[in-house]
């Protein structure tokens, strides 16, 4: 076995080990010690610390290893079950090392009410970090930062399950303005999320169980994932977004900027998809069809609603059919709709 595995050169086994996650390149390793020697070297690691079983001291060993001999770390993922503190200085000791050799993706998850204080603005000025994934954390322990300095290499950041403030919301986005991709999920403790400075963001999601005062002024946004387990109407407010194309939106209320014909749109979606009440359905699709017959000579053309192709799902058969819309016959249950939008 060990003979007809080594036929392929050392450069390409540790090609293709870099194509497969930690665990399915530790598997490889047992066909000879040519794979042995790449899998040692593999850029991607993920751990599972579980503290009753004791499997820190075997990560520890790793990360000593890629330490000392200077390895190269492309993705740190880490993720712990445990509430024990006496695992702590280890985070800090393996982010340092994942850091200090040039990691690029951090996915790091804690259970929820952890007393572990993360180096979040430590790992932000990590010059080498292109995404950062955020599970279970209370950033509410971590001290605001007085440096004023912006981390220009992030480009994905994600937070779920996260308890933080408004502040420390404002100053993460603040200092990392260049992001593309935005992840909240199920935050708590936030009142308002304001997006409005992040100069290349083309993609958010937001996933709330209260409702937030959501304001976004985001020229570049191409894709808006929004939902919403609140009481009462979203306060979500689209100042400027004249490149989006999608709008997902899940909740039992929909914004009133998008029903409320008093309220003018600033943004001309192709794709919005809801899952609301056919009442609120209703609503919207009204909405519609009174934007395309309203006369707006004062408006440029880009403004006018010429088209709208309607599409319901259906859930039995898990798929998209087109439907004629009447809004009398609607039954007031849960429902998830597609329009495609013609301006």
Same mark, same amino acid.
């Given at each position: 076995?060990?003979?007809? *595995?080594?036929?392929?050169?050392?450069?390409? !086994?540790?090609?293709?080990?870099?194509? #497969?996650?930690?665990?399915?390149?530790?598997?490889?390793?047992?066909?000879?010690?040519?794979?042995?020697?790449?899998?040692?070297?593999?850029?991607?690691?993920?751990?599972?610390?579980?503290?009753?079983?004791?499997? &820190?001291?075997?990560?520890?060993?790793? %990360?000593?290893? @890629?330490?000392?001999?200077?390895?190269?770390? $492309?993705?740190? $993922?880490?993720?712990?079950?445990?509430?024990?503190?006496? !695992?702590?200085?280890?985070?800090?000791?393996?982010?340092?090392?994942?850091?200090?050799?040039?990691?690029?993706? +951090?996915?790091?998850?804690?259970?929820? @009410?952890?007393?572990?204080?993360?180096?979040?603005?430590?790992?932000?000025?990590?010059?080498?970090?292109?995404? #950062?994934?955020?599970?279970?954390?209370?950033?509410?322990?971590?001290?605001?930062?007085?440096?004023?300095?912006?981390?220009? *290499?992030?480009?994905?950041?994600?937070?779920?399950?996260?308890?933080?403030?408004?502040?420390?919301?404002?100053?993460?986005?603040?200092?990392?303005?260049?992001?593309?991709?935005?992840?909240?999920?199920?935050?708590?403790?936030?009142?308002?999320? $304001?997006?409005?400075?992040?100069?290349? !963001?083309?993609?958010?999601?937001?996933?709330?169980?209260?409702?937030?005062?959501?304001?976004? $002024? /985001?020229?570049?946004?191409?894709?808006? @994932?929004?939902?919403? /387990?609140?009481?009462?109407?979203? %306060?979500?407010? +689209? !100042?400027? /977004?004249?490149?989006?194309?999608?709008?997902?939106?899940?909740?039992? =209320?929909?914004?009133? +900027?998008?029903?409320?014909?008093?309220?003018?749109?600033?943004?001309?979606?192709?794709?919005?998809?809801?899952?609301?009440? *056919?009442?609120?359905?209703?609503?919207? %699709?009204?909405?519609? &069809?009174? %934007?395309?017959?309203? *006369?707006?000579?004062?408006?440029?053309?880009?403004?006018?609603?010429?088209?709208?192709?309607?599409?319901?799902?259906?859930?039995?058969? =898990?798929?998209?059919?087109?439907?004629?819309?009447?809004?009398?016959?609607?039954?007031?249950?849960?429902?998830?709709? @597609?329009?495609?939008?013609?301006?």
């Amino acid at each position: 076995m060990g003979a007809t *595995s080594d036929i392929l050169s050392d450069c390409l !086994i540790h090609k293709i080990l870099c194509f #497969l996650s930690f665990k399915e390149a530790t598997k490889m390793s047992i066909l000879s010690k040519t794979w042995l020697r790449a899998w040692s070297t593999h850029p991607n690691l993920e751990f599972k610390v579980d503290y009753l079983n004791d499997n &820190m001291k075997k990560v520890d060993s790793i %990360m000593e290893r @890629y330490r000392d001999g200077k390895i190269p770390i $492309e993705r740190f $993922e880490l993720s712990d079950s445990s509430y024990s503190q006496e !695992i702590f200085p280890l985070f800090d000791k393996w982010l340092h090392i994942a850091l200090q050799n040039g990691v690029k993706d +951090i996915i790091f998850g804690v259970p929820r @009410y952890t007393s572990y204080t993360i180096p979040i603005f430590t790992i932000f000025a990590a010059k080498s970090l292109r995404e #950062l994934v955020l599970n279970g954390f209370n950033l509410k322990r971590v001290p605001l930062s007085s440096d004023v300095a912006n981390y220009n *290499s992030l480009r994905k950041l994600s937070l779920s399950h996260i308890n933080l403030d408004d502040n420390m919301l404002q100053t993460l986005l603040d200092r990392c303005s260049l992001i593309v991709s935005l992840v909240l999920e199920h935050c708590f403790g936030l009142e308002k999320i $304001e997006l409005l400075n992040l100069q290349k !963001i083309k993609l958010v999601t937001i996933t709330a169980f209260t409702n937030l005062h959501v304001k976004i $002024e /985001a020229p570049t946004l191409e894709h808006l @994932y929004y939902f919403d /387990a609140g009481e009462g109407y979203p %306060m979500l407010d +689209i !100042i400027n /977004a004249p490149n989006l194309v999608s709008l997902e939106y899940i909740g039992d =209320q929909i914004p009133k +900027i998008f029903v409320d014909a008093n309220l003018q749109w600033n943004c001309h979606p192709r794709k919005v998809v809801l899952v609301t009440t *056919s009442k609120m359905i209703s609503c919207f %699709m009204d909405r519609l &069809m009174n %934007m395309k017959s309203s *006369s707006h000579e004062s408006r440029p053309l880009r403004s006018k609603l010429q088209e709208v192709t309607t599409y319901k799902f259906d859930w039995e058969n =898990q798929n998209w059919h087109p439907v004629e819309f009447e809004s009398g016959k609607l039954a007031l249950s849960r429902d998830k709709f @597609y329009f495609l939008l013609d301006w």
